[in-house]
């Protein structure tokens, strides 16, 4: 069974930065497309980044440009998110999720991706 684990969440003061990993098991992680997303109470989920399989390309939403980045070791099965300069509307629940498609693609669409971890709480103080 296909395990992503992520960790690193916690609360921070704003302009503060965090760092997300989720480690991926019992798939071929070279395989997959990683993409990060995240949920605020009410609102609906959203893709903060996405990487493509060998981590020839990179996608970020334009509330987090600048700020995040997205990075994968394939060596390690792990995709990582640091976010720097935070702001009280990143508060939300992060998730990491695979989608498998071993070439330069990167989906937006988090329904087509095929596995998800459980999530990471990110609170970001004013």
């Known amino acids: 069974q296909v395990q992503l684990v992520e960790s690193g969440g916690g609360l921070v003061q704003a302009g503060g930065s965090l760092g997300l990993s989720c480690v991926a098991a019992r798939l071929i992680f070279s395989d997959y497309a990683m993409g990060w997303f995240r949920q605020a109470p009410g609102k609906e989920r959203e893709v903060v980044a996405a990487?493509?399989?060998?981590?020839?390309?990179?996608y970020y939403a334009d509330s987090v440009k600048g700020r995040f980045t997205i990075s994968r070791d394939n060596t390690k099965n792990t995709v990582y998110l640091q976010m720097n300069s935070l702001k009280p509307e990143d508060t939300a629940v992060y998730y990491c999720?695979?989608?498998?498609?071993?070439?330069?693609?990167?989906?937006?669409?988090?329904?087509?991706?095929?596995?998800w971890g459980q999530g990471t709480q990110v609170s970001v103080s004013s």
């Open positions: 999720a695979a989608d498998w498609s071993p070439g330069l693609g990167v989906s937006l669409d988090g329904s087509g991706y095929d596995y």
């Open positions: 990487i493509s399989a060998r981590g020839g390309n990179r």
